[in-house]
């Protein structure tokens, strides 16, 4: 009887995606939240049966809307990721060690800040008295666009720098309202960029702390100016980042993929 009703018409949101995506890698197994309640009112899932247990799988218009919203999502994502590459190029150019899209997890926040040290009155405290409490520290995944190191083996030279990339103004005034989120990749560099055409947004709009790169022209044969620097502040990047860089691939450019080919072989030679 259930199956005569017709489907309701919901236009389906980020959050109604993230969970037919999640139910289509899964088991199925149901959460009967408020979420599920639309995605079987909308028929874009039914309740089906795994060794007697009742899950949910994904019916055939659930299939075609994430479909449709991943081909929305390429066609939205080209700009931003023709820019990127161009940002990445250029600092290849330039000689620096290039990775794009990388997941590292990275702390944020004051209280992460203020766990590192303590305030020199409370180095004199009383010994009688229990030092205090060190804040909580805050962590999150931090998704930078580029992230970039200059090619030397000493660790001070290393000069860390995120280029985020935006190619809408809500798009990049909705990433800086992330306190969370900018914080997070300051704690990961020493510089931090904003990369995005000329008319998104005027320079006063971006805090101080941001340097900007505007695109004048297409992401694809564009140019890139350098509008404002970033403010400097050292960074000294954690094991864990490291860790992550290494089994990370960095960017190949034209240039890396067209090498000497008198080269190539070097490296698999043996000495005789």
Known sequence: MQADLPPLNLKPSRVHLNRLM???RSAGWPSQDAVEIDLLAAQWVEWASCEGQQTLRLTPSGIRLLAEARQQGKRANSAHDKLAGLVAQQLMDAGRIVWQELSLRAQ???EA?????????????LLADPP???PPKHWRMARPDVFSLRNTSVARYLHPVIHEIKVSRADLFSDLRNKAKHESYQWLCSELYYVFPAGTAEPKEIPAAFGIWLLHGKPEDGQLELLRPARHRPCELPFPVWMALAKATPSQGPQAQAADPEQAGLQDESPR
């Open 22 to 24: 999640q139910i289509w």
């Open 108 to 110: 944020f926040g004051e």
């Open 132 to 134: 205090p409490a060190a």
């Open 113 to 125: 800040e203020a766990a590192e040290t303590l305030a020199p009155q409370q180095t004199f405290a």
